[in-house]
């Protein structure tokens, strides 16, 4: 049998090396958990101005792609390059610190998996509506100030309009479907993010642009766009509220929920030794 090689090292190489090291899950479990049970802890004037400026960032998503649809010319490739603008609203809500209604499909569920309580599950729903009332709150305010001063080109005005539309026409199942794979994706973006540090803004941008090349939907950035048409008169409150926001609310909950919620909770709760997991919820 051969001898395994020890490598003679430094304390101070021996350091490094623990600090290039990727964490384990059971850290960034516990780093999102934390998150999670600040946010839950948050004064209720706080979530609302916080939801509603991420709504409201969430409408540059729109204003940047038509920037891009507007003045590139209609070629096969010009959804690839329009799906980075999609990417900002993405960044400066993120980035901002702003709360945004599909990270809520992960954060306070960690802690709701970790701490499964009547309390916690109030707690936890009190959270989604006012979120996802202050991100739709945000939303409307811009998209009817978008669709309302008019102080655009025609040429970017039109944008706005073709952009919208086409971004918010399927039908409920599809948007339901399409919706289930972004949610799954962001709460994966959320996910990484602890381990990222100086890539948190790469993280992002990938995994928001992969949402929109795909064209999958969104309940907040999607809102903007759908909303901006009933504002112009090529949509109704109706469409907007049964074809889009309540199958795509749906589709992003439960894919952030599912697939990445539940799913790493199992590998840590796993990897967990009696009463381990049980101690970190005090």
């Not at 609302?48 to 969430?58: C, E, N, R």
């Not at 655009?152 to 948007?175: K, M, Y």
């Not at 950035?221 to 109706?238: D, H, K, P, Q, W």
Request: proline share 4%; net charge negative; aromatic share 12%.
């Amino acid at each position: 049998m051969t001898q395994a090689t020890q490598v003679e090292l430094s304390d101070e190489e021996i350091h490094e090396a623990e600090e290039r090291a990727m964490p384990r899950a059971a850290i960034v479990f516990e780093t999102i958990r934390r998150e999670g049970e600040g946010e839950l802890s948050r004064r209720l004037s706080a979530l609302i101005f916080s939801a509603v400026s991420a709504g409201l960032s969430m409408g540059f998503s729109l204003f940047t792609m038509s920037v891009f649809t507007a003045y590139l010319p209609d070629t096969p490739w010009r959804p690839l390059v329009t799906s980075f603008g999609y990417t900002i609203g993405f960044l400066v809500a993120i980035l901002g610190r702003q709360q945004l209604f599909t990270e809520n499909t992960l954060t306070p569920i960690l802690v709701l998996l970790n701490r499964f309580d009547a309390a916690t599950f109030w707690r936890v729903v009190r959270l989604w509506i006012i979120v996802i009332g202050g991100n739709l709150a945000g939303a409307l305010a811009f998209a009817t100030l978008l669709a309302h001063v008019p102080v655009f080109s025609p040429d970017l005005q039109r944008s706005f309009g073709e952009v919208a539309v086409h971004a918010t026409s399927g039908e409920a199942l599809p948007n339901f479907v399409r919706a289930f794979y972004a949610g799954w994706l962001i709460a994966l973006m959320v996910w990484l993010l602890p381990a990222a540090e100086s890539a948190a803004m790469f993280i992002i941008l990938l995994l928001t642009y992969i949402v929109a090349a795909a064209e999958l939907t969104h309940v907040v950035a999607g809102s903007v766009e759908a909303l901006y048409a009933v504002e112009i008169g090529r949509s109704t409150v109706a469409d907007f509220v049964f074809r889009y926001f309540l199958p795509v609310f749906t589709g992003n909950s439960i894919g952030g929920v599912t697939f990445v919620a539940l799913l790493n909770f199992g590998q840590v709760a796993g990897d967990a030794g009696p009463g381990e997991r049980r101690g970190k919820a005090r």
